[in-house]
């Protein structure tokens, strides 16, 4: 079985400082990772993804995530964060050996507030 | 390139009733996956349908089912409303290929339907 935890339900930050969203996961056999952002009303839309190589993901809207294989996380990050990236942030995993099509689990999500 | 546009938007049913449910993919895409988002919730997963069959299903009843047409567009059906199946109902399309790491690909994703049982 497959499973990801966002151990915060949300994160407040102020504009222009740095933010971090945290996602750990399990997984049979490699995980593919991935961030998406969904906006209120909207459906899901795709930021970045870890599949293999370098740790460090870098996405869509100036967000990356570090892959840490031995703390099995895959924390979203932006160096700078604006008003316009207050939404709602999932993380989801599909382990390598998952077969029977592109099942997702995700996390329960984390919203995000940034505040000027 | 169209993205993912599923109908209708919004809808209310009683207890009971049958819904029909509607995607259609984006340019390029062979796959399609629903997904259930009860409010408070992350996604999770019903099916995938690719080549017009169903491959792939989450922990749901048979009384969720889907088609997959040859244009790749897709329906989800759900009889005997439940009031616990009202939910933001997600369609994901995607492209397989017989490339490995198709596990990989991106989903993207409709708007949705919210779907409100009474």
């Known amino acids: 079985a497959q499973s990801v935890a966002q151990p915060e339900d949300q994160v407040n930050v102020a504009e222009g400082n740095p933010l971090t969203v945290k996602c750990t996961y399990s997984v049979s056999g490699n995980p593919y990772l991935f961030w998406y952002v969904q906006y209120p009303n909207r459906g899901l839309q795709f930021l970045l993804k870890y599949i293999t190589g370098d740790n460090l993901v870098k996405g869509s809207y100036g967000f990356e995530a570090e892959f840490n294989k031995s703390q099995t996380s895959f924390h979203l990050k932006k160096p700078s964060a604006l008003v316009s990236d207050s939404a709602l942030y999932f993380c989801a995993v599909r382990g390598s050996h998952t077969g029977g099509g592109n099942k997702l689990t995700f996390g329960t999500g984390t919203q995000l507030k940034v505040e000027l | 390139e169209t993205g993912v546009t599923q109908s209708p938007t919004h809808l209310i049913k009683t207890r009971g009733q049958q819904v029909t449910l509607r995607c259609s993919s984006q340019s390029g895409h062979n796959t399609v996956s629903w997904y259930q988002q009860a409010l408070g919730q992350g996604p999770q997963f019903i099916f995938q349908?690719?080549?017009?069959?169903?491959?792939g299903r989450g922990n749901f009843p048979p009384r969720f089912s889907g088609l997959q047409f040859p244009n790749y567009s897709s329906e989800l059906n759900v009889n005997a409303l439940e009031l616990d199946d009202s939910a933001l109902y997600l369609c994901?399309?995607?492209?397989?290929?017989?490339?490995?790491?198709?596990?990989?690909?991106?989903?993207?994703f409709g708007a949705g339907s919210r779907l409100t049982v009474l």
């Open positions: 994901a399309s995607s492209k397989t290929g017989l490339a490995p790491l198709s596990g990989a690909n991106v989903l993207t």
């Open positions: 349908y690719y080549r017009e069959e169903e491959n």
